[in-house]
């Protein structure tokens, strides 16, 4: 029995994260501002570099909101240190009558230009979705 519960603990840990740099989407938030019509909505996402090495000064990537399979906005991500996070806030606006539907939302990380190898060693955790 404790063997089971051992082997079902280490399932639930995450696998570590590679050597190298590392930027994940690691959370995303959302706050209604009730005031406008349409209801103006603050999104905000955190990526954080979980690698252990910093990424290479130069690097050229950002992250994407995406609603619907399209990309409604982005904005730029600098080199990030081993740890480092970095905030970013995206505004949309959404319907008045669409307040009790839920709202899904999903962030991407997109390295542009650098060394995959170095500079995002792991792109599945490139991606965070929720439901709001």
Known sequence: MLALLVAASLAATPAPSCAAADPAVTGITVTRMKKRTPDHYVVTATVTNVGGLPQIVGVT????????????????????????AYVLAFGIDRAVDLRKNPLPVTV?????????????????????SKTF
């Open 108 to 128: 991407r990380f997109v390295l542009v230009k650098g060394d995959r190898a170095r500079n995002d060693c792991n792109p599945r955790n490139d991606v965070l």
């Open 61 to 84: 990537q950002h992250a994407e909101l995406v609603q619907d399979g399209k990309v409604v906005a982005e904005q730029d991500v600098p080199a990030l240190g081993a740890g480092v």
